[in-house]
Nanobody, 131 residues
Framework: EVQVVESGGGLVQAGGSLRLSCAASGFTFDDYAIGWFRQAPGKEREGVSCISSSDGSTYYADSVKGRFTISSDNARNTVYLQMNSLKPEDTAVYYC????????????????????????WGQGTQVTVSS
């Protein structure tokens, strides 16, 4: 079965840290990019970060640069999103998704109209940051 599954969400105080995991199965992980997205209540989905599993190139939204770090463990078919210095505005449901066009995914992460390159989406994991 082809799927990506998120885990690691939870409740944390402002300034704290969480590490999200995106475990992939059923497809050739090395050929894909994995993106992290988030959606807060009443807001549009935002592209947060992305990594190409083949060459390690990355993208970060301005809102998370310097605080979040994306990494890939190809042996485990898993991508991690380390989130530090969390703020209440980081509260959202976080989704991961896999794109079979890794370079396009990296280059166009900022453009929601390009997200149709993502083939598989997870169900999401809730991150809540209290003030």
């Amino acid at each position: 079965e082809v799927q990506v599954v998120e885990s690691g969400g939870g409740l944390v105080q402002a300034g704290g840290s969480l590490r999200l995991s995106c475990a992939a199965s059923g497809f050739t992980f090395d050929d894909y990019a994995i993106g992290w997205f988030r959606q807060a209540p009443g807001k549009e989905r935002e592209g947060v970060s992305c990594i190409s599993s083949s060459d390690g190139s990355t993208y970060y939204a301005d809102s998370v640069k310097g605080r979040f770090t994306i990494s890939s463990d190809n042996a485990r078919n898993t991508v991690y999103l380390q989130m530090n210095s969390l703020k209440p505005e980081d509260t959202a449901v976080y989704y991961c998704a896999a794109s079979s066009y890794p370079q396009i995914a990296i280059a166009t992460m900022i453009d929601p109209e390009s997200w149709d390159t993502y083939d598989f989406w997870g169900q999401g994991t809730q991150v809540t940051v209290s003030s």
